[in-house]
């Protein structure tokens, strides 16, 4: 009987040890890594290619887009390299434009406002701010330009971002109108040719995916270009700089990398004075937020009208005459620029 008692005590003893060593043996499998508190995950770079071959026949091969800037760039088919949007002349983030000098300034603007950043004799571009309250302490509003609308030619063009709580970029959060009605790209095609559409009402004018969703080039041949990229803000963001994101909103806004074919020296507005010949740049570059103040001068009474008072659409000046080539047009700049050090070139 003890022998029993006995060998049924081992036998538990020896299923206990087994059970410690499974149990061991799992947890030698390392600790599991806990992802650093506010770092963001990395995300994969699309790829992308020359989208003008017209330009550079040679540049036909894929480029992944650089770490910076994994998801926003394009490739300049004259340098054939790829390029951040938020890198080149335009506007990004809580509005940072590069000019058409190469330089990099701050206008916040105005939440729920239009402000008119290009305003030339046969152009005219508005960009209409969203934003929140900036928190305790602050003087001015969080912004960001959630839409565009470009006059011209007697057309009104529109792009924006559509207002979404829950962001997910295979979803198509842009929104494209041509004089009031919708423009229709095929849905989830990359880099692909038939992704272009063509107006028939205005010939000269395409839009063409540059991604799956949510990246658009704009061409109206021989004016101008523009990138437009919708993206969110995220929670990571938001957390870090206190935007105040809620659920219902993630403050879905464009990412815009412009170049014009031709202006007048007499253009203006927000961003399209720094391509005149007699702009002087007043910002000190050293600044950690270089801004431009003058709200009143670009205010708008409406995305689609032309009434700033720097305002040229429509106009006929004695300077006009003579279009000049925006040789500042193809200006890209090297780093990610936070009001310092920014390196500039053609």
Not at 45 to 63: E, G, T
Not at 107 to 135: M, P
Not at 146 to 160: K, M, N
Not at 231 to 242: A, F, K, L
């Amino acid at each position: 009987m003890a022998r029993r008692q006995l060998g049924v005590v081992l036998a538990l003893a020896v299923v206990v040890l087994l059970a410690t060593a499974a149990a061991a043996q799992s947890g030698n499998k390392g600790p599991k890594e806990d992802k650093p508190k506010g770092q963001k995950p990395k995300l994969k770079p699309i790829q992308v290619v020359c989208d003008l071959l017209r330009v550079n026949p040679l540049c036909y091969q894929k480029f992944d887009c650089p770490a910076s800037c994994p998801q926003s760039c394009y490739v300049d088919c004259y340098t054939c390299k790829p390029v951040c949007v938020c890198n080149t002349p335009g506007a990004c983030g809580d509005p940072r434009f590069i000019g058409g000098d190469g330089n990099a300034f701050y206008f916040h603007g105005k939440k729920d406002a239009d402000f008119c950043v290009v305003s030339d004799r046969d152009l005219h571009i508005n960009a209409h701010f969203i934003g929140k309250s900036g928190h305790s302490g602050m003087s001015r509003d969080f912004t960001w330009i959630q839409a565009i609308a470009v006059l011209f030619d007697g057309h009104s063009l529109y792009v924006g971002a559509r207002k979404t709580g829950t962001w997910d970029d295979a979803v198509e959060h842009l929104e494209i109108t041509l004089d009031g009605e919708p423009v229709h790209l095929p849905d989830g095609l990359q880099l692909a040719a038939d992704a272009k559409w063509t107006s028939s009402r205005v010939p000269e004018l395409s839009v063409t995916r540059t991604k799956a969703a949510n990246g658009v080039l704009v061409v109206l041949d021989g004016k101008f270009s523009v990138r437009a990229n919708a993206v969110p803000i995220t929670e990571e963001d938001s957390r870090v700089h206190r935007y105040g994101v809620t659920s219902d909103d993630c403050l879905a806004h464009l990412e815009l990398a412009f170049k014009f074919d031709t202006l007048t020296d007499d253009v203006h507005g927000v961003f399209g004075q720094t391509y005149r010949s007699d702009y002087v740049n007043k910002f000190d570059v050293r600044a950690s937020m270089p801004t431009m103040g003058g709200d009143a001068s670009f205010t708008t009474s409406s995305l689609f009208v032309a009434d700033c008072a720097v305002a040229r659409f429509g106009t006929s000046r004695g300077n006009d005459k003579a279009s000049v080539m925006s040789e500042l047009a193809g200006v890209t700049c090297a780093s990610g620029m936070d009001g310092q050090g920014v390196v500039c070139k053609k």
